[in-house]
């Protein structure tokens, strides 16, 4: 550590004496064209060599500082402060459009559910205010968004959570390609821009959550691709369907 610092404390004076015989070489150079008395040269030079110290001296002083500061107790605090800062900026940023997007969002999750009713066994209700009548949350994780919807039950659903997701995000997809979705772009990147990314029943509210991602960012993809990652290993991955007349 401590031939570390004379290293360092080497290479700034090496630089300082480098940087002086340069304005030296600089300062001759002038008085080879302009006639400048000899006192008058050695005082350019005491001066500039004044400079370069109170310079070399500053750096070194703001190098001890940064060093004693990054080893001092507050400075964890201060880093802690300074990430939570930008997160809270950049989750700011990313929620401004939920407001845009989470009503066009409702409307076709609940079209999606009265439509499919039947083999869901879910009633969404008579229009889309049954679903979320308290209002939807956006929630920010994964570096994006996501869509809280809450639909009162009046009885458990009748199939689990997972395979109810998974028939949801097969309407959704369904929809999609047949309808779209009303005041937003139904794909993004040649991906559907819609997906279930959870499905949680709350027993003691009696509520039925559905957690929508929305893509419309290259993060927003990313989470996608994590989410059918998680939910569709490669191992599990759906065959392509092979038609008599391609044998």
Known sequence: MKNSKKRELFTVLMLMLLSLALMALIIAD???????????????????????????????????????????????????????FLAKKRQNIALKNAQYIAPPLQLFLWQTLYRNRLVLGI???????????HGWRAVYRNNTVYYVFELVMKNAPGQGEKILQQLVNQFITAELLNYGIDGLPSFYNGRTAIYLDRLIYDDVRHVLMFDVLYVASDKAAAALTSAWERDFPKAAAPEMDVFDDEL
Do not use: K
């Open 30 to 84: 002038e008085a080879g064209s302009v006639p400048i008395p000899l006192d008058v040269l050695f005082v350019n030079i005491f001066l500039a060599f004044v400079g370069e110290i109170v310079i070399a001296a500053f750096t070194i002083l703001l190098i001890i500082c940064v060093h004693w500061y990054q080893h001092h107790p507050s400075f964890e605090a201060l880093e802690t402060s300074l990430h939570l």
């Open 123 to 133: 009633d969404p209700g008579s229009d889309m205010r049954s679903l979320s009548p």
